[in-house]
Structures are given as structure tokens and as C-alpha cells.
């Protein structure tokens, strides 16, 4: 595995990327289009979009402390994969009954049962991977972010604490901070990456909503393309394209009316004029 080096990496005015090679991922979906869609029906070669601190971190340079820790899961790859597919496994056997009524007639093509890892390599693949600049015992914690075939719009994510699963859920699951700085808590003293203590805290969902309306709660994935854009971002011009186009239909069905309205005063006048 080669070492990173400062040069892998450019800054995207929020956080510090690259694009690396695992060759642990080889032969899974390719997942490079806008947010974990296919970009082409051959299978992936390993590459991924890598990303350090997706929660913000200052622009200024990297750190060797922070580009060693984000060496680890490059050099640990396939223990992680592993100790990830095993954990997804059992947990995707549980998904699997929530989504018969939502996919309905896609259902087996789009998540048929799977009892090996090695059956995910038709329904997955990774996209991103996250470098939180939160680490514990010296081990970092690293978010997996998939695009799979039984959930378009939420995705699949994957949080790890060195080759140990913490949690697996939607995409969100693997760039959110809140969770990594939970489980670090939970298990003592955490440290954060030099120059990355300005970290900004992470909205963390209501303890009192059911975990259905959790997961319906906005999605910062979402909230961050139109953040510190002057209201020109993707999700603000959609916004925007809709409200034109619903004002447009508004208008539309309102000038039909007026125009029924017309067309039947002018046939009555026409009844009473020929009645005289």
C-alpha cells in the first residue's frame, strides 16, 4: 500500500479529499455517480472518494498525526471489510422483512436473502469512506458510506471503530460525528487529530422520537449541499425549480377555470340573446 502524502489531497471549502485504491472492493457495484448512484454497470475497481473530517475541519494543511491516521484504514483494508460484511450479514437478514412492502413487486431482485459475504458483491459498493478526526486508543474512527440496490434514497452506512463495527444504518451513519464521539465516550478519554479541535457539534436526533421518525428527520448530507452557498447550491435551485413549478401548475389550472367560467357565461348570453 503506498503512503499518503499531503499532495493526495485537495481541499473541497469543507473538508480535506482524495480518491485512493482498495483492492478489497474490487468486483462490488461501482458507486461513483451523484450520491452513491451507479455510474456504470461493470464492476468497481477499488476506487473511492476518501474524505477526512466530513464534519468540518479548518482549510490549513494536513497534519502528519492526521494523514497517519488516515493510513490506517487503507493499510487495514480487508480486516475491515471482513469484520464489516459479517456485521452486515446478520443485520441485513433483520432489514430484510421491513422493506417486502416498500419494494413490493422488486423486492427479491432488490434484496433477496444472503446468507455469505461474498453475495453482496451484486447489491453494494462503497462510494466513500470517512476519516473522523475522532480516535480512540489510537485507532481511528472511519465511516463506510455504500450505495446498495434495496434503498436509493438513504443508502447504507457503515461506522467502525478500527475493524470493529459500532453501528450500521443509513448513509448518514458513517459521516455524522455524533456517533463516533458517543462511542469514544463510552469507552473513555478521546482524542482528536491535531488542528481539528474547532470541529463543530453534530445535530444529534431526539431521544424521545421513535425510531422510525428518526430516520425522518433531514438528512445533513442533504442540508450541507446548500450550506454557505448564497442560496445557490443543488438543493436550493431544486427548491427552487419546484416552487416555479408549482406556482406554474397553480396558474395553469387557474386560467382553465377562468376560461370554463367564460366559455359558459358567454353560451348562456348567447341562449338569451337568440331567446329574444
Same mark, same amino acid.
Given at each position: 500500500m503506498r503512503k499518503l502524502a499531503a499532495a493526495? #489531497? !485537495?481541499w473541497s471549502g469543507r473538508c480535506w479529499e482524495a480518491t485512493v485504491q482498495l483492492a478489497c472492493w474490487d468486483g462490488y457495484q461501482s458507486r461513483r455517480g451523484p450520491y452513491g448512484i451507479r455510474d456504470t454497470l461493470e464492476p468497481s475497481k477499488g476506487e473511492v !472518494? #476518501? $474524505?477526512f473530517a466530513p464534519e468540518g475541519r479548518g482549510g490549513s494543511a494536513l497534519e502528519e498525526a492526521e494523514i497517519a491516521l488516515m493510513q490506517w484504514p487503507l493499510e487495514h483494508g480487508p480486516e475491515m471489510q471482513q469484520s464489516l460484511l459479517h456485521e452486515l450479514v446478520e443485520h441485513y437478514a433483520a432489514l430484510r422483512p421491513r422493506y417486502a412492502r416498500f419494494l413490493g413487486a422488486d423486492y427479491e431482485s432488490a434484496m433477496p436473502s444472503v446468507q455469505r459475504a461474498e453475495e453482496f458483491h451484486s447489491l453494494l459498493g $462503497?462510494?466513500?469512506?470517512?476519516v473522523h478526526q475522532i480516535q480512540h486508543a489510537g485507532l481511528p474512527y472511519v465511516g463506510f458510506a455504500f450505495g446498495c440496490t434495496w434503498d436509493i434514497e438513504h443508502g447504507l452506512g457503515v461506522l467502525m471503530h478500527g475493524s470493529r463495527v459500532v453501528e450500521i444504518g443509513g448513509e448518514d451513519t458513517a459521516f455524522t460525528g455524533w456517533r /463516533? *464521539?458517543?462511542d469514544a465516550d463510552s469507552r473513555g478519554p478521546k482524542n482528536v487529530a491535531p488542528g481539528s479541535e474547532s470541529m463543530p457539534e453534530s445535530?444529534?436526533?431526539?431521544?424521545?422520537?421513535?425510531?422510525? *421518525?428518526?430516520a425522518r428527520q433531514p438528512s445533513q448530507k442533504f442540508d450541507a449541499l446548500s450550506r454557505?452557498?448564497?442560496?445557490?447550491g443543488p438543493m436550493n435551485r431544486l427548491r427552487a425549480a419546484h416552487t416555479w413549478i408549482g406556482k406554474g401548475v397553480a396558474y395553469l389550472c387557474l386560467l382553465a377555470v $377562468? /376560461? #370554463?367560467v367564460l366559455a359558459l357565461l358567454a353560451a348562456l348570453l #348567447? !341562449?338569451?340573446? !337568440?331567446s329574444w
Open positions: 493526495d #489531497f !485537495r !472518494r #476518501f $474524505v $462503497v462510494h466513500t469512506i470517512y /463516533a *464521539e458517543q445535530p444529534r436526533p431526539s431521544p424521545n422520537l421513535p425510531r422510525w *421518525e428518526v454557505d452557498d448564497g442560496g445557490k $377562468v /376560461a #370554463f #348567447f !341562449r338569451w340573446i !337568440r
